[in-house]
T-cell receptor
Framework: RKEVEQDPGPFNVPEGATVAFNCTYS??????FFWYRQDCRKEPKLLMS???SGNEDGRFTAQLNRASQYISLLIRDSKLSDSATYLC??????????FGTGTRLTVIP | EAGVAQSPRYKIIEKRQSVAFWCNPI?????LYWYQQILGQGPKLLIQ????????DSQLPKDRFSAERLKGVDSTLKIQPAKLEDSAVYLC????????????FGEGSRLTVL
C-alpha cells in the first residue's frame, strides 16, 4: 500500500463549482498533514495545514480523520486561478514530508 | 527576504555523464532537503540535512547519487553516472526546523538525460 494515496483526477470543473479532493495515508503514526499547491512547471507551495478539528481559509476547508487515516480538501466557488495540482502531504516526523502524487484541477470558464 | 536559490535551472546531459546541482537555502534555515520529481508524480525525498548532518538519506541511490552540506549552509547534489531514468526536476527546499514547519522550495533544476 502506498504511503499516501490521492484521487487520481484530473478534475475539470466550471467556475463557481465546489470540488473536493480526498487523500488516505497508511502510517498511523504520521504526525501532521498539509495540502501543497503546485502550478504547472513551478515549485510546490504550502496551501494549508490540516488539523483534526478541521480548518478553513477563505474558500478552502481541510479536514483530517485520524481514525480513518483520511484527509480532505474542499474548494468552494472555484476560480480560474485555482487551476493547479494539489499535493497531499504527510509528516512522518522530524519534518520528513511524504508527498502524494497530486490531483490536477482545471477550472473551466 | 530571498528565497531558496538553485542552479542551474536546466541541464541536458548524455547517459553516463555526471551533473551537479547547487542549492542555497533561506538564510537561517537549518533543515535542507533534496527532492526528485518525475513528471506526473509527487516530489520524492532524496536526502534531508539538519545543519551539516544527514537526517534521512534512505531513498538516495547511493551508488550514483551523493549530496553534501559541508558548512551547514548551501548544498550540492551530484549524480554520477547519470541514467535515463534520472530525468526529473530536482527540487531543493528548506525549513526553519524539524517540527511540522513549512517547507520553502526553490524553482528546481530540470535534468534531461539523453
Amino acid at each position: 500500500r502506498k504511503e499516501v494515496e490521492q484521487d487520481p483526477g484530473p478534475f475539470n470543473v466550471p467556475e463557481g463549482a465546489t470540488v473536493a479532493f480526498n487523500c488516505t495515508y497508511s502510517n498511523s503514526a504520521s504526525q501532521s498533514f498539509f495540502w501543497y499547491r503546485q502550478d504547472c512547471r513551478k515549485e510546490p507551495k504550502l496551501l494549508m495545514s490540516v488539523y483534526s478539528s478541521g480548518n478553513e481559509d477563505g474558500r478552502f476547508t481541510a479536514q483530517l480523520n485520524r481514525a480513518s487515516q483520511y484527509i480532505s480538501l474542499l474548494i468552494r466557488d472555484s476560480k480560474l486561478s485555482d487551476s493547479a495540482t494539489y499535493l497531499c502531504v504527510v509528516n512522518r516526523g522530524a519534518n520528513n514530508l511524504f508527498f502524494g502524487t497530486g490531483t490536477r484541477l482545471t477550472v473551466i470558464p | 527576504e530571498a528565497g531558496v536559490a538553485q542552479s542551474p535551472r536546466y541541464k541536458i546531459i548524455e547517459k553516463r555523464q555526471s551533473v551537479a546541482f547547487w542549492c542555497n537555502p533561506i538564510s537561517g534555515h537549518a533543515t535542507l532537503y533534496w527532492y526528485q520529481q518525475i513528471l506526473g508524480q509527487g516530489p520524492k525525498l532524496l536526502i534531508q540535512f539538519q545543519n551539516n548532518g544527514v537526517v534521512d538519506d534512505s531513498q538516495l541511490p547511493k551508488d550514483r547519487f551523493s549530496a553534501e552540506r559541508l558548512k551547514g549552509v548551501d548544498s550540492t547534489l551530484k549524480i554520477q553516472p547519470a541514467k535515463l531514468e534520472d530525468s526529473a526536476v530536482y527540487l531543493c527546499a528548506s525549513s526553519a526546523g524539524l517540527a511540522g514547519v513549512e517547507l520553502f522550495f526553490g524553482e528546481g533544476s530540470r535534468l534531461t538525460v539523453l
